[in-house]
C-alpha cells in the first residue's frame, strides 16, 4: 500500500462524506470507484499539451478556497492508474478527484443504491494493462493499453512492428 495525501475543497470533501453514508463505502473506496467510472469519459479531460493544471486557489471574490488535505492508502495499480490520469489528462490528480467526484459522484451514488452499480464494467481495467517500450534509433516509445483488444491477434500485431 502507498500512503499519500489529496487536496480537497470542503464541497469535495462533504459530497464524499455524504455518499459514505448513504452507501456505507469508505471513502477511498469510492475515491477509487469514481476515477474508475470516470474513465468512461476519458476523452473529453485528456490534453496533448500544456502545464500542469491545479485547482482554482481563489474563488470568483478573489478571497482563498478553503481545502482540506486527506490522507489516503491505495494500492500501486490504483496509484499508477492516478498517475497516468495526471499525464493524460495533464491535471494534478487532486483535480482530477475533484472534477470526477462533482461531475460523476451523484450518478455513480445512485447506482450504488440501485444496485445498478457493476464493477467490472465501470473499473479501470489495469488487470489487462500492458506498457511495452520499443527503442528506435535514440528514442524510446511507449505503448500503454488499458483493456485488451477483442481480437488478441490486434496485440501481437501491434508487438511485431
Not at 453514508?21 to 496533448?48: P, Q, S
Not at 492508474?81 to 493524460?88: K, P
Not at 489528462?89 to 467526484?101: C, D, E, K, L
Not at 506498457?131 to 483493456?147: L, M, N, Q, R, S
Amino acid at each position: 500500500m502507498i500512503k499519500t495525501t489529496y487536496i480537497m475543497t470542503q464541497e469535495v470533501l462533504m459530497m464524499l462524506q455524504e455518499a459514505e453514508k448513504r452507501t456505507g463505502w469508505a471513502m477511498i473506496d469510492l475515491i477509487i470507484a469514481v476515477m474508475r467510472y470516470a474513465m468512461r469519459h476519458h476523452a473529453k479531460y485528456e490534453r496533448e499539451h500544456g502545464r500542469i493544471e491545479y485547482q482554482k486557489r481563489l474563488n470568483e471574490d478573489g478571497m482563498p478556497i478553503p481545502k482540506i488535505r486527506v490522507k489516503v492508502k491505495l494500492n500501486e495499480r490504483e496509484y499508477d492508474y492516478f498517475n497516468d490520469m495526471r499525464r493524460f489528462y495533464r491535471r494534478s490528480i487532486s483535480h482530477v478527484i475533484a472534477i470526477a467526484v462533482l461531475t460523476y459522484l451523484p450518478e455513480l451514488v445512485e447506482r450504488i443504491e440501485s444496485g445498478a452499480y457493476d464493477e467490472e464494467v465501470d473499473s479501470y481495467p489495469y488487470k489487462s494493462c500492458a506498457i511495452y517500450d520499443k527503442c528506435i534509433e535514440e528514442a524510446t516509445v511507449f505503448h500503454i493499453w488499458w483493456g485488451l483488444p477483442s481480437d488478441p491477434a490486434l496485440l501481437a500485431a501491434e508487438f511485431a512492428r
